[in-house]
């Protein structure tokens, strides 16, 4: 009777720790699935954080690229500026020599002082041109081109912008008659000098008065000047 009694007993605690572990068993596994349920909800989160900020960063990396593109064409732009300024600049600068090409030649006769003609030498080009020397005068049947008259020589070249006009004084003919070899001519050429000082060209054809002009052995010019009133003194 009595090992009966303790059988059962044994046999029911026995049950009894069985049930128990079997409940310890099943909160551990409810814990550990909770515990996983929330693992991703976490991550989830901070995933999405994590790639808001780097969109955030891409957005400024682009802003300051664009940055740097403007300050890139900027200083392009002031360099395209630099170098028209620089090309205008170098062509408005260069002076040419005057020619018959790019100046217009007149000649007129004055009243004072007397036997004498003035010419006159406008720029008509677009660029300041150098009057060198003065002009070699061939008049119709003249055996040789006129002397200068040393002492009218300017201090500098004579130069012309745009629209100037620069001089010669012409002495025809010797006004007390003590010249040689006297006689009228009706067609005048122009020769212009160049840096070297020489006569280049077959000159440009000046209208003379419809009557000529006398000349004869005195026969004399002074040196391009730019002022009318030296040229005739």
């Not at 740097?68 to 020599?97: E, L, N, Q, Y």
């Not at 067609?187 to 077959?202: K, M, P």
Request: hydrophobic share 30%; proline share 4%.
């Amino acid at each position: 009777m009595s090992d009966t009694i303790f059988r059962r007993r044994t046999a029911l605690l026995t049950a009894t720790f069985a049930a128990a572990a079997s409940l310890a068993l099943t909160a551990c596994g409810t814990s550990q699935d909770t515990g996983a349920k929330s693992t991703p909800t976490v991550a989830a989160d901070n995933g999405i954080s994590s790639t808001a900020t780097p969109k955030a960063d891409s957005g400024d990396t682009k802003a300051e690229a664009s940055g740097t593109d403007a300050a890139v064409t900027s200083k392009s732009g002031g360099s395209s500026t630099t170098a028209k300024g620089s090309s205008g600049s170098k062509s408005t600068s260069s002076i040419v020599t005057c020619t018959g090409a790019n100046t217009k030649v007149t000649a007129q006769t004055v009243s004072r002082p007397l036997n004498h003609l003035l010419l006159t030498v406008k720029n008509t080009g677009s660029r300041t041109c150098y009057l060198y020397g003065y002009p070699a005068l061939n008049f119709q049947d003249a055996q040789s081109v006129p002397p200068v008259y040393k002492d009218s020589q300017p201090q500098s070249v004579t130069t012309l912008s745009p629209g100037q006009s620069g001089y010669a004084g012409v002495l025809l003919s010797a006004a007390d008659g003590s010249g040689s070899g006297g006689y009228t001519a009706k067609t005048l050429s122009v020769i212009f000098q160049n840096r070297s000082l020489d006569f280049v060209g077959s000159g440009v054809k000046v209208a003379l008065p419809s009557k000529g002009v006398y000349i004869d052995s005195s026969l004399t010019t002074t040196y391009w000047l730019t002022d009318l009133q030296d040229a005739l003194n």
